[in-house]
């Protein structure tokens, strides 16, 4: 979503200016062209030299530069017209404020005002004191400037550098980039509620041990944060990962296959989409030590009694009013012939086909399509970017 776009990054006075820095360099990451403005108060924090050294830019910072007849340069103008988005990261109260009455008495809030409101769109990630942000100027500055069409990114709550405690922190920059994502991408989703499954489980044999697979969970996640950027509702059931809940998502942590069963149960009836990425174990131990197992002989070896667990996918697509049900198959051999015949066998209009082993932990996918007019297979590509296009081919195949 961000290949070319170009974003102006607006940095104002705030302690969370260094996290800037890491946005700048995961904008650039993603194939943004990054233009660093910064207020006079952005520069008493962190050196021009380090925006300027992340984007290979020169970082713009003056309103009252000498103008260029020949080519007619108003920095305040030319700036945004060639800008996709106007992200002002970390913005205080007081250049909230200013935007919101519209205000402009340097380059950055001459920018917010002069932009052209169709074509460059304005986020903000708030950063100030807890009381600032509280505070009812605040407060209806914020509600004004949602009114305007003005994307607020946060705040998040936490540990203030002043050494209080609450909401008024800058999200981290991964999260806005999360947003800024977000706020590219076509809203094929709106108004959906996709739930989704995604990682491994896990099935205790006792207490503290348990039989577990080498699902990462990526792709899941993946097409959670696709999803909600694409504007619906999303709900994700996940197994064990070590992955971050995605912003934007309700992330809902289970162990078990029961556990995924039930937390599945509960949401699909909100639900007008499925998808279960999750590599939900088969079987489960049918009887759980109720202590750890002990190893008193040097012959003592266990003997496991298992049981299948309920297939989650097949359950919820037999529901009375099934949601658009969509699965995953992580095959080893006969891909397409297999994938096909899961497809019928768990009565589903959509699975996703990949290769077993390959695919675990890895940052790239190659998936066919199968559905009842046959197999559609997509490039190889980064989970992230299969999943954007996955979402883009879900909500074209979703009933009018
Ligand atoms: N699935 C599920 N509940 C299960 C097992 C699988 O919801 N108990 C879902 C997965 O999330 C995936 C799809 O079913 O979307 C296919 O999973 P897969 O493990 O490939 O298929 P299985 O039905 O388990 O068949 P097999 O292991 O025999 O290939």
Redesign the pocket.
């Known amino acids: 979503m961000l290949t070319n776009k170009h974003i102006l990054l607006g940095i104002t006075g705030s302690i969370a200016a260094y996290k800037s820095a890491e946005l700048a360099r995961l904008l650039i990451k993603k194939g943004a062209r990054v233009t660093v403005v910064m207020t006079q108060g952005a520069k008493e924090f962190i050196t021009p030299l380090t925006f300027a050294t992340l984007t290979g830019k020169p970082v713009a910072d003056q309103l009252w530069l000498n103008r260029d007849a020949a080519s007619s340069n108003i920095a305040h103008i030319n700036l945004t017209r060639e800008a996709d988005a106007l992200i002002i990261a970390p913005c205080t109260a007081n250049v909230a404020a200013k935007i919101a009455q519209g205000i402009a008495d340097d380059l950055l809030t001459n920018l917010a005002l002069a932009r052209d409101q169709k074509r460059c769109a304005l986020a903000i990630a708030p950063a100030m004191n807890v009381e600032m942000w509280r505070n009812r100027a605040t407060v209806r500055n914020m509600a004004q400037l949602a009114q305007d069409g003005v994307s607020i990114f946060g705040p998040a709550s936490g540990d203030q550098a002043c050494g209080e405690f609450g909401d008024g922190r800058m999200l981290e920059p991964q999260d806005c980039l999360t947003l800024i994502e977000a706020l590219m991408t076509p809203k094929v989703l709106q108004g959906q509620h996709v739930l989704i499954?995604a990682g491994p489980t896990f099935e205790a044999i006792d207490p503290v041990r348990g039989i577990t697979n080498r699902s990462s969970g990526k792709m899941g996640y993946a097409l959670a944060k696709a999803a909600a950027a694409a504007g619906a509702h999303v709900t994700l059931i996940a197994g064990p990962t070590a992955l971050a809940n995605p912003i934007n998502v309700h992330t809902i942590k289970v162990e078990s296959?029961a556990q995924m069963l039930q937390a599945c149960l509960h949401h699909a009836q909100q639900a007008n989409v499925f998808i279960?990425?999750?590599?939900?174990?088969?079987w489960r131990v049918s009887d759980i030590a109720p202590h750890k197992i002990k190893k008193q002989h040097a012959q003592d070896v266990p003997t496991l009694q298992f049981e299948q667990?309920?297939?989650?996918?097949?359950t919820i697509a037999q529901q009375e009013k099934p949601p658009y049900c969509v699965?995953?198959?992580?095959?080893t051999e006969n891909l397409l012939e297999?994938a096909q015949a899961?497809r019928l066998k768990?009565g589903i209009p959509l699975l996703i086909a990949n290769h077993g082993p390959s695919t675990f932990g890895a940052d790239e996918n190659q998936v066919t399509l199968i559905d009842d007019t046959g197999s559609h297979a997509l490039a190889q590509q980064p989970k992230h970017q299969l999943a954007a296009s996955l979402i883009q081919e879900i909500a074209k195949r979703l009933p009018a």
Not at 309 to 314: K, S
Not at 327 to 331: I, K, Q, R, T
Request: no cysteine; net charge negative; hydrophobic share 55%.
């Open positions: 499954t296959a279960g990425v999750a590599a939900v174990a088969d667990t309920a297939d989650i996918l097949h699965g995953f198959a992580a095959e297999f899961k768990k």
